[in-house]
């Protein structure tokens, strides 16, 4: 009986994967998000290939259509034209092709890679598609410093939230009231025609959102430019960890794809990255935050982006211990872990984006992170917890960390990557 259910389950998520697919690249989900995005593609590539390798390192690829000649990996690349999502290429105005958008995501794509090639069956064609692809993640992983840690201080710069990944995170609350709500671009926003409005961003967090692109779009969209001139500047833990990770996994493909220069050269920011992370741990909140470039002050919100580090392999033993204690206390407010906020602080909301919600993907970092560290019971029983969270509610776009509820949009093309690698 399980075993029927079992397989009845694997299909259901491999079929969300085709039925999402438009053609060598998955949409994130049909309509709410009809393109492809960054790093939700990662993700959606680890998952094809337990079932798929040939269709993986598409994904991987058509993504790079995306790439710019500087480095940049868009955060979304616009392969078919759609009037289900605000804000399109009109609005970026960016001249490439495909269109792009003009920011970036969280760097999981070298360390997807080096899955695909790890755990290959089909080793020609893995060794091909790498050879193809080193070159490329060397140049992102480069432009990423030049382009956003010019002062080579170890921490990368993120400058819209969008960015993040994590849209709304209260993390972004007091960086963001910086930014004016007034707006160049008429705000036309679609996704709350797809989902309910009070799980999605507030009308405010638009405007802000919007005037930022306004900004980047006014300031041509060269990346010195848009340093100098964004209201919004953070070093955010997430995507700082998830970089140094990508780093740790680039340096391993250097070893088969590349040069004794380009290993010294990602050993070095490597060693950069490890550095600066460590002056993020929060020993009061027991995990690392973020810190604001502006305010020049650390970000004292706890967020599930601050177990990350584990998962960067940055976090000492000690620390990691800590951290297990934090998600233990967390998990005495709340039936399910890991929350996207701390359920004790005020801006926690167990329904709103990522205020609160558990998101399949950062559980399957943190879990993978702390295995790494050692602790295979908590491992365990997060990524038990993120299985049957989906086998009740869905392949949802995220979890109520209160009840377990599947919510946001459904069919979602990264749940069902999670749900395969987690059943693999
Ligand atoms: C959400 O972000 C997009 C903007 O990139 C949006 O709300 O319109 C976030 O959850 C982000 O992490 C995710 O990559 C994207 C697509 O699933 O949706």
């Given at each position: 009986m399980s075993d029927h259910s079992d397989q009845t389950r694997t299909e259901r998520a491999r079929a969300t994967l085709r039925a999402n697919d438009r053609g060598g690249y998955c949409v994130?989900?049909?309509?709410?998000y009809p393109f492809q995005w960054n790093w939700d593609s990662a993700f959606v590539a680890m998952g094809w290939a337990t079932f798929d390798e040939p269709r993986a390192w598409d994904e991987i690829l058509s993504l790079l259509r995306?790439?710019?000649?500087?480095?940049l990996i868009p955060h979304?690349?616009?392969h078919a034209p759609s009037?289900?999502?605000?804000?399109?290429p009109d609005v970026w105005q960016i001249h490439h092709t495909p269109p792009t958008s003009g920011i970036t995501q969280p760097p999981v794509l070298a360390t997807a890679a080096r899955q695909l090639l790890e755990r290959a069956k089909d080793h020609a064609l893995a060794e091909a598609r790498m050879a193809t692809l080193y070159p490329r993640l060397l140049l992102n992983h480069r432009w990423w410093q030049q382009a956003r840690d010019p002062a080579r201080t170890g921490l990368v710069a993120t400058l819209h939230p969008w960015e993040t990944g994590m849209?709304?995170?209260?993390?972004?609350d007091a960086a963001m009231a910086?930014?004016?709500?007034?707006?160049e671009t008429v705000i036309r926003r679609r996704d709350t025609a797809h989902v309910d409005p009070a799980m999605r961003p507030r009308a405010e967090d638009y405007q802000r959102f919007i005037h930022l692109v306004d900004v980047f779009r006014g300031a041509g969209w060269a990346p010195d430019r848009m340093l100098a001139a964004s209201p919004f500047k953070v070093a955010d833990i997430g995507t700082n960890a998830i970089l140094l990770r990508a780093e740790r996994d680039l340096l391993a493909l250097a070893e088969r794809f590349g040069s004794a220069a380009e290993r010294a050269e990602i050993a070095a920011r490597i060693a950069g990255m490890q550095a600066a992370i460590q002056r993020l741990w929060d020993p009061g909140l027991g995990l690392f935050t973020c810190l604001d470039?502006?305010?020049?002050?650390?970000?004292?919100v706890g967020t599930s982006?601050?177990?990350?580090p584990l998962y960067g392999r940055a976090a000492t033993a000690e620390q990691a211990a800590v951290m297990a204690g934090t998600m233990q206390a967390w998990a005495q407010r709340v039936?399910?872990?890991?929350?996207?906020?701390?359920?004790?602080?005020?801006?926690?909301?167990?329904?709103?984006y990522w205020r609160g919600p558990i998101w399949a993907v950062v559980n399957w970092m943190i879990a993978d992170g702390l295995a790494q560290a050692g602790n295979a019971g908590l491992a365990a029983h997060i990524r038990d917890t993120t299985r049957r969270l989906i086998e009740a509610g869905?392949?949802?776009?995220?979890?109520?960390?209160?009840?377990?509820r599947g919510v946001g949009g459904a069919d979602f093309s990264w749940t069902a990557a999670i749900y395969l690698l987690l059943t693999d």
């Open positions: 994130p989900t049909a309509r709410l995306g790439q710019w000649d500087d480095g979304i690349v616009f009037d289900d999502y605000f804000p399109g849209d709304n995170s209260p993390a972004w910086r930014v004016p709500t007034t707006t470039l502006i305010g020049n002050a650390p970000v004292r982006a601050g177990f990350l039936a399910w872990l890991v929350p996207s906020t701390d359920p004790a602080h005020p801006s926690f909301e167990p329904l709103r869905g392949l949802s776009e995220y979890f109520d960390p209160t009840d377990g």
